[in-house]
């Protein structure tokens, strides 16, 4: 059974940074994807950005380019999400995800505000 648990979300003024953590446990860690999503209040979920299984490839949504970065710890079985230079438009719950083909593995979330 895997198991993600996010943490270090909270809140931050605009220009603030965090870095989120994703503790994974159980199954094969380096041969999952992982990726983080987010939620915000009254929107769908969207992919922020998605890891390969060596970390040799990233996908970033547009809105987060040059500002976020994911990297995983294949050692600690932990991926991160470092966010720089954040924007009100960034609160959302975020979550972490994983899956060796399609996102089947889910974190219970963790909220980032970012105040004006």
């Known amino acids: 059974q895997v198991q993600l648990v996010e943490s270090g979300g909270g809140m931050v003024q605009t220009g603030g940074s965090l870095r989120l953590s994703c503790a994974v446990s159980?199954?094969?860690?380096?041969?999952?994807?992982m990726g983080w999503f987010r939620q915000a209040p009254g929107k769908a979920r969207e992919i922020v950005v998605a890891i390969t299984w060596s970390g040799g490839s990233t996908n970033y949504v547009d809105s987060v380019k040059g500002r976020f970065t994911i990297s995983r710890d294949n050692a600690e079985r932990t991926v991160y999400l470092h966010m720089n230079n954040l924007k009100p438009e960034d609160t959302a719950v975020y979550y972490c995800?994983?899956?060796?083909?399609?996102?089947?593995?889910w974190g219970q979330g963790t909220q980032v505000t970012v105040s004006s």
């Open positions: 159980g199954g094969t860690f380096s041969s999952l994807k």
């Open positions: 995800a994983g899956g060796y083909e399609t996102y089947t593995y």
